[in-house]
């Protein structure tokens, strides 16, 4: 153990060293100043190699460093601070530079009492200082992270009862002040009377545990905004007191606001603002499951003569009478009621607490808003109207499906009956196969799905003039059978899954089991095939994922499959229209238009939709050899498809002198149509075998 008497010069030399210390010794009388080996060390100098020049440490110094150097002992040497302290670089011998914390002072002073000798240390910080340039990059990075997610952070003292707010916190709450600290009640001020309570008690929780808490709540600014806080809120123990409570705050009104239309938009159509198919059906099940105001009447509302104005006057005018109509229909009910648009130019309604004479009355109010809605500058020959179906639920055991169809089937019956009416439904309105009503047809349709009695069926299209062989184009179809056996027409069934909205299921079950079971025939280029699309799939946002997902699974390419809109697809959704056929082009599929010249609008889908091919509508092929005019619009249509480069698909053609008046036409080889009666796929697979050829002029 060393004592006075052995911590000698060694003894200092060598605790210098250990504490990696430089000890500088400046005289200022004589300029000498000299340097610890340690000192020389430090900068990776051997003993003796650096001359004792008075200025040797300022040659040595970074320029940057320099004069804050110098003037931090000249300070010290006129009496204006204690002692020497800063921090500067030196340059090491191999060209680096090493940061040093320099102190020291005043050690000797003549008799007057001016200093004559000053001693200090200089400490190797580098590492040190490196470690604070990589804090503060991470303190950047934190910085620059909260500004961009518009964070703000507050801490709250508890026992001295302050309330520290930074400036993105104070912008947030749309406070004016130039300091941090606030009074501790202030942020309870901003508060919003329905959240003041629940928001206070969030916040003290944190006190009993570690976790932290997150909390939403509305403040209410000065300016009489309103806006939506977000806050994670920590308590921070300390030893020595109660601790604080750190918390971040946020703005997320925009967020909230956005979160809101889509909400809104989930269950509201968008053109009309009524409620859509999904909401409306969870609503009336909701009123028929807690047997709440019943009896409930529920109206199915179809206009009649939509698609001519459509046609006649564009989707514009079409817009424009639905929200007209939809308007007059919500002006027409009573407080309690609601209204949907269930697609198209089919709504529906519910009325609680509804007897057969209030029904009536409401009944006619909607015949007359409808024949009075707003058609702009559109002139036609007859003005709009509506068929209504009233059905009333007194039952709490009854289905969604099942009011909906007895009311479908009223409406059925009033458009039988002349249209512009409405009829109630009894058990002698009821429509459908084999005594089905449109509910149980819908039902039988989603179970066929499962226990096989849907089957696809699938409609060679030939090339004119062409063998099998040379085409290989198949339109993809459904058949489906009822439970007695017997066959329910594709008419049938077909519309019934579009008005009980399982359209887009029946399209998906199609295309899925189309591609699972006959995908490695598609990826030979043994056949193509073509699908049809309803309008409910058309509109469905999650299509092509679907679609995509299928082909990832199968293996089926892209090329080999084809999908055909028709004009009553394209009619309900426009734009989601476009937007398909966009992005099925990407893909390289191909598209058709099917029911091609039916409608006034079909020359504007050919000049907004790229297809590849147009089926014309079988209309103008079953009566060619009757009619002029149906020749004339066949061979202009396929004469515009050639220029374009489109192929054309005839349906229809029953006859032998239909086929060679197409020929007589001068319709090539180019053109395709179809000719055999549909047939079961599995039977048409079978037949092209293994043999190979691509290419696609499939409908759907």
């Not at 009492?113 to 990059?137: F, H, N, S, W, Y």
């Amino acid at each position: 153990m060393a004592d006075d008497k052995t911590r000698n010069g060694e003894f200092w030399t060598l605790a210098l060293e250990r504490a990696h210390l430089g000890v500088w010794d400046w005289d200022l009388q004589s300029g000498d100043c000299f340097y610890s080996p340690t000192w020389s060390h430090m900068l990776g100098y051997d003993e003796g190699e650096l001359a004792n020049a008075s200025d040797l440490w300022l040659q040595l110094t970074h320029p940057d460093d320099r004069e804050r150097a110098k003037a931090s002992g000249d300070r010290h040497i006129a009496g204006l601070t204690g002692s020497i302290e800063t921090e500067l670089r030196l340059k090491h011998k191999d060209g680096h530079w090493v940061w040093v914390l320099d102190r020291g002072g005043i050690v000797e002073r003549d008799a007057a009492g001016q200093p004559v000798r000053l001693m200090g240390v200089q400490t190797d910080i580098t590492r040190q200082k490196a470690a604070e340039a990589q804090l503060e990059q991470v303190n950047v990075r934190f910085r620059l992270a909260l500004a961009a997610s518009g964070t703000g952070i507050w801490h709250h003292d508890i026992d001295a009862s302050k309330s520290y707010w930074d400036e993105r916190t104070r912008e947030i709450y749309g406070l004016a002040a130039d300091t941090d600290e606030v009074t501790a009640d202030l942020w309870h001020s901003f508060l919003h009377p329905d959240d003041k309570d629940a928001t206070e008690r969030a916040h003290l929780a944190p006190q009993e545990t570690n976790d932290v808490v997150a909390v939403q709540y509305r403040i209410i600014r000065r300016d009489g905004q309103i806006r939506h806080i977000e806050s994670l809120v920590r308590f921070i123990a300390c030893g020595q007191s109660s601790g604080q409570i750190l918390g971040t705050v946020r703005d997320i009104t925009e967020a909230k606001l956005r979160e809101q239309e889509l909400a809104y938009a989930a269950h509201h159509d968008a053109l009309t603002g009524l409620l859509n198919r999904s909401a409306f059906d969870r609503l009336l099940a909701d009123h028929i499951a807690t047997a709440r105001r019943l009896p409930l009447a529920v109206f199915y509302v179809d206009l009649d003569y939509f698609k001519a104005l459509n046609d006649f006057a564009g989707h514009a005018a079409g817009d424009l009478a639905l929200k007209s109509v939809a308007g007059g229909i919500v002006r027409c009910l009573p407080s309690s009621a609601h209204a949907a648009r269930l697609g198209g130019d089919e709504f529906a309604l519910l009325v609680p607490n509804c007897d057969t004479a209030q029904a009536e009355t409401l009944a006619t109010a909607v015949l007359a808003a409808v024949r009075d809605a707003d058609l702009g500058q559109a002139v036609t020959s007859r003005k709009l109207a509506a068929s209504i179906g009233i059905a009333f639920i007194s039952e709490g055991n009854t289905t969604v499906a099942d009011a909906l169809a007895c009311a479908d089937d009223a409406c059925y019956a009033a458009k039988a009956a002349g249209r512009n009416r409405f009829a109630v439904f009894s058990t002698e309105t009821a429509s459908g196969s084999g005594g089905l009503n449109a509910a149980r047809v819908a039902a039988d349709t989603v179970d066929a799905m499962e226990d096989g009695r849907l089957k696809l069926f699938g409609q060679e299209i030939h090339l004119l003039g062409k063998p099998w062989e040379d085409s290989r184009h198949v339109e993809v179809l459904a058949r489906l059978t009822g439970r007695n056996g017997k066959p329910i027409a594709p008419c049938e069934f077909i519309p019934v899954a579009e008005r009980f909205g399982i359209a887009s299921r029946l399209d998906r079950w199609i295309i899925r089991t189309a591609l699972s079971q006959y995908g490695p025939a598609l990826k030979s280029g043994a056949l193509t095939l073509g699908f049809n699309l309803s309008a409910q799939t058309l509109s469905d946002p999650q299509l092509w994922d679907f679609v995509d997902s299928v082909i990832d699974e199968t293996g089926t390419p892209h090329s080999g499959i084809g999908f055909e809109i028709t004009e009553t697809a394209a009619v309900t959704n426009f734009d989601a229209a476009e937007a398909f056929v966009r992005k099925a082009r990407q893909r390289r599929c191909r598209v058709s238009l099917d029911d091609f010249g039916a409608g006034m609008s079909s020359f504007e889908y050919l000049r907004r939709f790229p297809v590849d091919a147009i089926k014309i509508d079988g209309s103008f092929i079953e009566h060619m050899a009757q009619s002029r005019f149906d020749r004339e619009i066949v061979l202009a249509i396929t004469s515009i498809a050639r220029s374009l480069g489109c192929s054309v698909v005839a349906e229809k053609i029953e006859l032998q002198d239909t086929l060679d008046m197409l020929r007589d036409m001068g319709v090539d080889s180019g053109q395709g149509f179809l000719l055999h009666r549909p047939e079961p796929l599995e039977a048409i697979v079978a037949r092209t075998g293994g043999q190979k050829r691509a290419g696609l002029r499939a409908t759907g």
